[in-house]
């Protein structure tokens, strides 16, 4: 396949993500009355205590209404088109790859999909509500009344869910390149104190709140990953020293 039919070939992935992801968009702005109460239950969960919150939000501005609109829509639709966009990166890069690589394609773009639903499934029923609770919290002590805009709130668990399931990639990124032999897990291991220290300025940038127990709700799973990683990196280097040690003899 020529340069030009590659062009062709990637445009082709590219229109297919984007139809596949506008269906899941038109999907969610058809029951979007179903999907915004959905999205409200971490604030909903938090606000038990608050009755100024439990009634619902509020928008300060005409055009907040269509904002909100627009952040339940690409939250929704980015999530469910997900595995479906893996799905055809795997289609476009498989013909360029050995054998022995399209075997761990499609176990990449299936740990890929679910670290990123991990990410988001934990970020939107502990941390946005920790969150939210921190933030009451503050707000009650230092006397100021809890009435939040809706298009504020959306914004910011579309960032809290997007930006810690796309933070939970990062084992599978250590995994590859382990893999592509540019680390490998002496080096994991030995760096383990700048990891912890990287893990935590991360959760910090995350987390909304500036409390340390958000942050380290956030911190302790991407730290257990890491660990997890470490394991998978010793397991590939152990499978690589068999396959040396097979074909030597």
């Given at each position: ?50 009755p ?27 999530i ?8 055809y ?11 022995k ?125 890491y ?23």
């Amino acid at each position: 396949m020529g340069f030009l039919d590659h062009l062709e070939e990637l445009r082709w992935v590219l229109i297919k993500s984007v139809v596949t992801f506008g269906i899941f968009v038109t999907l969610i702005a058809y029951f979007l009355t179903d999907a915004a109460y959905a999205l409200k239950w971490p604030l909903l969960k938090a606000a038990k205590h608050y009755p100024e919150l439990s009634s619902g939000l509020i928008t300060t501005s005409p055009m907040a209404v269509f904002t909100v609109i627009v952040q339940i829509c690409v939250l929704g639709g980015l999530i469910l088109s997900l595995p479906f966009v893996l799905f055809y990166i795997g289609q476009f890069v498989s013909p360029a790859l050995t054998k022995k690589e399209r075997k761990i394609v499609l176990p990449g773009a299936l740990s890929a999909m679910v670290l990123f639903l991990g990410g988001a499934i934990f970020s939107y029923f502990f941390i946005v509500p920790a969150a939210i609770t921190v933030s009451m919290e503050l707000n009650t002590d230092l006397g100021y009344q809890n009435l939040w805009s809706a298009d504020r709130y959306y914004s910011m668990l579309v960032w809290l869910v997007l930006g810690l399931g796309v933070t939970f990639e990062f084992p599978l990124v250590i995994v590859i390149l382990v893999y592509l032999r540019i680390l490998d897990s002496k080096k994991l291991i030995r760096s383990w104190r700048i990891v912890v220290v990287v893990i935590f300025v991360v959760a910090a940038v995350v987390t909304p709140t500036p409390d340390p127990i958000t942050q380290t709700l956030v911190a302790t799973p991407m730290l257990l990953l890491y660990v997890i990683s470490v394991f998978v990196a010793r397991a590939i280097e152990k499978r690589r020293t068999v396959e040396v040690e097979v074909d030597e003899e």
